[in-house]
């Protein structure tokens, strides 16, 4: 029993030393302060809504209005009315403050990765430092990016399940792996995921070839079979989330093809049901910016970075009479990066840690596992993917023919697959080398290899800094503009000054060509001294009870000094700054003394269509979503956009912000706005989506609605309008909308409400009738003569029918993994006793 206890000890304090890091890193989160993240303050403003709703109801709504005219709330917020799958998530990250819980569940994932593969604790620990603090992780955290975190953090759980199936720990491995991937999926961060799979598809081929080279055929059909039955159970398990979420993708920007000719002159390559092929491919990834992944800033770091008092910009600023302390403030926030994707900007590289990337290359030479090939085999894809459109031959053919590619953007994300097998290339390698299974001499030779390219490769790295210009002025068309626009935003600043101007940029070129060469220093500096720790150890100067520490806090100091750079202590903020960002301006107070909350608000004061924080405290017509619905983009892009009043109407528009003449936000009530619905005089017939678009350009929207010819059929032909009519909202609970009405004779009836036919059904006293697309993207229905109640109910199958799934899948996976974890404690048990006996 002793010796049990004493086995477990350096797990133990492997994973309470895991949990002081990730405290340490963020200790302001202990004290109660905030981070402060920029996209997810746009999903608080998106997000309002479905929580004050939730607050009121107990979970979240289906449906939200608070964006876009309406849509689903499936990529917002969405839950069931079981919350099982949260209880083990919550004991995992012990309750622990945002970002701290989801680093210390990354770091464990890791770690019982490493556990799995067999490494000693300290190599563990060291991984788990490695996967969870490159630089893509903070910057991830710190812009808001939470789901695509977590997906990252239970990825490595999902490899440790699978490795158990592959060594025949068949209930625990299939167990652990659905488990895993259930949490990754759940994650909802669709991208992430599809990564995921294709590391899969090359361990599985990787592994296929092994199976077949050992005559292991049987092991083969066995793991490949139980490996099916994960995923089956983990997709199972979030069938209500991919259900709706599938449904969705068929009516939105991600996956539903406009039924609208393109625009003249408008890009001719988005495919059908994926994206835009240029806008896809933004975020690309340079060749030679791969590179960050052993030196930082090569390319400048952020596009939002921070220069200290010695860089000439600040020398500069002062030079010209600008105030010290504002003069900090200027560079606090100055545009560093120079790289392939300057025009949009970045938050930050890819950086793996030269250490790493050191023991990664030794791992090329010495690990002898057949791990070691899909590791290449990801590394080298994760790389070409993330290089987008600079290597167009490769991505345009994965974007046009792979299955699903085409949903999924900004390729530079795909560098997490290298963050992911970096670190395993290291750990395998130290492992490899601590087990004396290598001769001093093979050892010493690989080593030198080692030392060789790792230097051959920094030297390219400086030797290229002299050719360098530091500006990202070229001819390509998808870079220009990162640096002129940013000279010409100095050069307003400075009253058309362009003397001077001119002269900060020289300043920030000679600031940039600093930063590259200052971290190929530091790089050097790490990778001599891991080289130098790595050389005694083989030369028996250095015992390995010395070497795994020593590498432990070089590699930890050279990433968390990298890390700071991005995440840091001046990322807090308390909760009374952070709710700053959620009071009302003076204009939103105004707005808001209308009793009536069924109306929509237009913004001109901010990018209508990217702005979440309207969302917040009014029914927006804009908003910020990666994925609208394609009804509504389209009728942005022709008629919104172009600020059509009779569209703005039928949206029931009856405030719209402006800029004032003092240059603040001013309310303008709009008096023709046509309320939440209303019966028309005329109904005008379409050939096709075409033509009901080109209708509304100049169609009275009061008085007529333009109805696709298709649903004819769901239409009365004879209706005689009556002007005593009425219809009028009684009711709008976001998943269900009623109406009261009266009429003498049948009338056809708009209502200001977005059209998605994938759940929302029309009643009328009760009985469910049928409904049509109105005015290209709103909805419309025949009412019947006499006094009435019409109800939408928004009740999608897939959600109610997913849940059901949902819940099956979830306890099937419950009870193998429990089944695994007792066998397996038996196997031991029994194993321990055969030991005693012989």
Request: charged share 15%; aromatic share 12%.
């Amino acid at each position: 029993m002793m010796n049990k206890l004493k086995s477990f000890l350096p797990h133990v304090a492997a994973i309470l030393a895991l949990l002081l890091l990730s405290i340490i890193y963020c200790r302001p989160a202990m004290n109660g302060k905030i981070l402060s993240q920029s996209d997810n303050v746009q999903w608080q403003g998106m997000a309002k809504e479905a929580m004050d709703y939730k607050k009121a109801h107990g979970i979240t709504p289906l449906w939200t209005t608070s964006m876009f005219g309406g849509m689903p709330t499936y990529q917002i917020a969405m839950e069931t009315p079981y919350d099982f799958a949260n209880y083990i998530p919550s004991v995992l990250t012990l309750g622990l403050p945002k970002p701290i819980n989801v680093l210390f569940l990354s770091a464990i994932c890791f770690y019982l990765l490493c556990m799995t593969l067999g490494t000693n604790p300290w190599i563990g620990f060291l991984g788990a430092v490695a996967y969870t603090y490159a630089s893509y992780s903070p910057i991830i955290i710190v812009t808001g990016h939470e789901t695509k975190m977590l997906a990252l953090a239970y990825l490595p759980a999902v490899i440790a399940g699978l490795v158990l199936i592959i060594r025949k720990r068949y209930l625990l491995g299939t167990g652990m792996m659905a488990l895993a991937l259930t949490y990754l999926v759940a994650a909802n961060h669709l991208q992430m995921t599809y990564y995921f799979f294709l590391v899969l598809g090359v361990i599985g081929i990787a592994y296929v070839v092994y199976c077949i080279r050992e005559k292991e055929f049987r092991h083969l059909i066995i793991s490949g079979s139980l490996v099916l039955l994960a995923i089956v159970l983990s997709f199972g398990s979030n069938a209500v989330s991919l259900w709706t979420t599938y449904e969705y993708s068929k009516e939105s920007t991600r996956g539903g093809a406009s039924e609208l000719t393109p625009l003249p002159g408008a890009s001719d390559d988005k495919p059908q049901g994926g994206l835009d092929r240029n806008y896809a491919f933004r975020w690309s990834y340079g060749k030679f910016e791969t590179f960050t992944l052993l030196v930082p800033n090569i390319y400048g770091g952020s596009s939002s970075g921070t220069l200290g008092k010695d860089s000439e910009t600040f020398k500069k600023l002062s030079a010209i009479g600008v105030p010290e302390n504002q003069a900090e403030q200027v560079i606090k926030h100055w545009n560093l990066y120079w790289g392939f994707q300057s025009e949009l900007g970045t938050s930050g590289p890819v950086y793996l840690g030269i250490v790493i990337c050191m023991l990664a290359l030794l791992g090329l030479f010495i690990i002898r596992s057949w791990h070691k090939w899909w590791l290449i085999g990801i590394s080298v894809l994760g790389i070409l993917l993330a290089w987008g459109s600079n290597f167009a031959a490769f991505n345009y053919f994965m974007f046009d023919h792979f299955p699903l590619y085409n949903k999924f953007r900004a390729p530079s994300q795909a560098l997490v697959i290298p963050q992911f097998s970096f670190a395993v290339l290291a750990v395998l390698a130290l492992q490899e080398l601590v087990s004396g299974k290598l001769s001093k001499e093979a050892l010493k030779k690989k080593l030198r290899w080692t030392g060789l390219l790792t230097g051959g490769l920094l030297a390219v790295i400086y030797l290229a800094s002299f050719s360098a210009n530091y500006t990202n002025a070229t001819n390509d068309p998808q870079r220009a503009g990162g640096d002129d626009m940013f000279q010409a935003q100095l050069t307003q600043m400075l009253q058309g000054n362009a003397q001077l101007s001119g002269e900060l940029m020289t300043a920030l070129y000679a600031d940039r060509e600093q930063l590259y060469h200052s971290d190929v220093y530091r790089a050097i500096l790490f990778a001599g001294l891991a080289f130098l720790l790595l050389w005694l150890y083989q030369t028996n100067r250095l015992d390995k009870k010395w070497l795994l520490p020593a590498l432990t806090l070089l590699a930890v100091i050279d990433l968390l000094q990298v890390d700071a750079r991005y995440l840091n202590s001046e990322s807090f903020m308390d909760e009374t700054s952070y709710g700053g960002s959620f009071q009302p301006s003076s204009v939103d107070q105004q707005i808001l003394q209308d009793k009536d909350p069924h109306y929509r608000v237009f913004n001109l004061t901010a990018k209508p269509f990217d702005d979440a924080m309207t969302s917040y405290f009014h029914k927006s017509v804009g908003g910020y979503h990666a994925a609208k619905l394609q009804l509504y983009a389209d009728l942005i892009e022709r008629q919104i956009s172009k600020n059509n009043l009779q569209v703005l109407n039928m949206l029931n528009t009856k405030y719209v912000i402006v800029p004032g003449q003092d240059g603040q936000p001013v309310a303008q009530r709009n008096p023709e706005a046509l309320g939440n619905a209303w019966f028309v005089k005329h109904i005008v017939w379409a050939k096709n989506a075409d033509e009901e678009m080109r209708i509304l350009d100049h169609m009275n929207t009061r008085d007529s609605v333009v109805i696709d010819q298709r649903y004819a059929e769901a239409v009365q032909s004879t209706l005689v309008y009556d002007s005593a009519a009425t219809i009028s909202l009684i009711a709008n609970n976001l998943n269900e909308i009623s109406y009261a009405s009266s009429s003498n004779t049948p009338q056809f009836a708009v209502f200001s409400e977005v059209y998605y036919k994938q759940g929302w059904k029309a009643f009328i006293d009760g009985r469910e009738i049928p409904y049509v697309r109105a005015n290209y993207a709103l909805r419309g229905m025949t009412v019947p003569a006499g006094k009435h109640t019409i109800a939408f109910r928004f009740e999608p199958n897939a959600y109610y029918a997913g849940i059901k799934l949902s819940l099956t899948s979830y306890i099937i996976m419950l009870l193998l993994l429990t089944g695994g974890i007792v066998l397996n404690f038996r196997m031991n048990k029994m194993n321990g006793e055969k030991a005693k006996s012989v």
